[in-house]
């Protein structure tokens, strides 16, 4: 009787671990679901209480960001000012902070050669100075084509030169993203952007889109579904009240996101990828808010932020 009673509690103890390694295997198989979205902050947001390199990354880590958009010419100022691309790494590293992105304004898509020969310079060390932070994407809008009686670019040409600057990104590490504006007579309509991307005939291509410039420039989001998912990585989100039109609109009016009238869920439940997250990135250039404590912007941001993905 002894005997076949451990022979059933061998049994039943190889059964229990058969059944726990299957359990732990399907576990291992069965990967957790990633985020649709990364929340990102935009410097533009605290922008105007001139915190430098140091305190804006500081500030965000505090409100809970653990990605950002840096300005280039705040990392600049802080390499003029003794800093080194090694302590900026440590910063970033000891507030938990990745540099997603990066805004700068080298012209190189002007028609003029030379000083488009300057501009492609300009970015290259630009890139190469982001590339030793960590940061593997750069903001490339159509910068000095965008004031108001700028010619037309020829988008055939706009695709060579975007071209040009996706090689520097081969070179550097850095990803050149395609920026939408909407004020612009240049790359303000989201079939421009596409077309340039598209034309440029490299696999490298990203366009960065923005829910106040889609509006500005008339495109709205109705057409997004045939943006390639692959095509956006990251994506500005701000707001807009009922008080302005498109024609009337400037940057300054953006609010945060759920204090206006834009559809801005609706667009992310259009842009979402099941591959990736996309990042997320918090773009306003608010005087009110510059008005506020720094601190008191950033995390306000970060609950307009979970508030605005909640549940897409």
């Given at each position: 009787?002894a005997?076949s009673?451990?022979?059933r509690?061998t049994l039943a103890?190889?059964?229990?671990?058969?059944?726990?390694s299957l359990?732990?295997?399907?576990?291992?198989?069965?990967?957790?679901?990633q985020?649709?979205?990364?929340?990102?902050?935009n410097?533009?947001t605290?922008?105007?209480h001139?915190?430098?390199?140091v305190?804006?990354?500081?500030v965000?880590s505090k409100a809970?960001?653990?990605?950002?958009?840096i300005?280039?010419?705040?990392?600049?100022?802080y390499l003029?000012?003794?800093?080194t691309?090694?302590s900026?790494?440590?910063?970033?590293a000891?507030?938990?902070?990745?540099?997603?992105n990066a805004?700068?304004f080298?012209p190189?898509?002007i028609d003029?050669d030379?000083?488009?020969?300057?501009?492609?310079?300009?970015?290259k060390g630009?890139?190469?100075?982001?590339?030793?932070?960590?940061c593997k994407?750069?903001?490339?809008p159509?910068?000095?084509a965008?004031?108001?009686g700028?010619?037309?670019?020829?988008?055939h040409?706009?695709a060579e030169?975007?071209?040009a600057?996706?090689?520097?990104?081969?070179?550097?590490?850095?990803?050149?993203?395609?920026?939408l504006?909407?004020?612009?007579?240049n790359l303000?309509?989201?079939?421009?952007v596409?077309?340039?991307?598209?034309e440029?005939?490299h696999?490298?291509?990203r366009?960065l889109?923005?829910?106040?410039h889609l509006?500005k420039g008339?495109?709205?989001?109705?057409?997004?579904?045939l943006v390639g998912?692959?095509a956006i990585e990251?994506f500005h989100?701000?707001?807009y009240?009922?008080?302005?039109?498109?024609?009337?609109?400037?940057?300054?009016?953006?609010v945060?996101p759920?204090d206006?009238v834009?559809?801005?869920?609706?667009t992310?439940?259009?842009i979402k990828?099941?591959?990736?997250?996309i990042v997320l990135?918090l773009?306003?250039?608010?005087?009110?808010?510059y008005?506020?404590?720094?601190?008191t912007v950033?995390?306000?941001?970060?609950t307009k932020?979970?508030?605005?993905?909640?549940?897409?």
């Amino acid at each position: 009787m002894a005997q076949s009673l451990t022979r059933r509690q061998t049994l039943a103890a190889l059964t229990a671990s058969v059944g726990a390694s299957l359990s732990l295997s399907t576990a291992k198989a069965t990967p957790a679901a990633q985020p649709s979205f990364t929340i990102c902050l935009n410097m533009s947001t605290i922008r105007g209480h001139k915190l430098g390199f140091v305190k804006e990354m500081e500030v965000a880590s505090k409100a809970g960001f653990r990605s950002v958009e840096i300005w280039i010419e705040t990392l600049q100022q802080y390499l003029k000012n003794g800093g080194t691309a090694v302590s900026a790494r440590k910063i970033l590293a000891d507030t938990g902070i990745k540099v997603e992105n990066a805004i700068g304004f080298a012209p190189w898509i002007i028609d003029d050669d030379s000083a488009r020969a300057k501009g492609l310079e300009q970015l290259k060390g630009e890139m190469e100075m982001l590339a030793e932070i960590g940061c593997k994407r750069v903001a490339t809008p159509p910068v000095g084509a965008q004031s108001p009686g700028s010619p037309k670019v020829d988008l055939h040409k706009a695709a060579e030169r975007y071209r040009a600057i996706l090689e520097l990104g081969d070179k550097t590490g850095v990803v050149p993203q395609l920026e939408l504006w909407g004020f612009s007579p240049n790359l303000s309509r989201l079939g421009e952007v596409m077309f340039v991307a598209i034309e440029s005939a490299h696999p490298s291509a990203r366009v960065l889109l923005d829910i106040y410039h889609l509006y500005k420039g008339g495109s709205g989001s109705v057409s997004l579904p045939l943006v390639g998912k692959s095509a956006i990585e990251v994506f500005h989100v701000n707001d807009y009240t009922a008080d302005f039109t498109k024609e009337k609109i400037t940057d300054a009016d953006r609010v945060f996101p759920g204090d206006g009238v834009a559809p801005i869920r609706d667009t992310l439940k259009l842009i979402k990828r099941t591959d990736m997250p996309i990042v997320l990135s918090l773009e306003v250039f608010n005087k009110v808010y510059y008005a506020q404590e720094a601190q008191t912007v950033a995390n306000t941001a970060m609950t307009k932020m979970k508030a605005m993905v909640a549940g897409i």
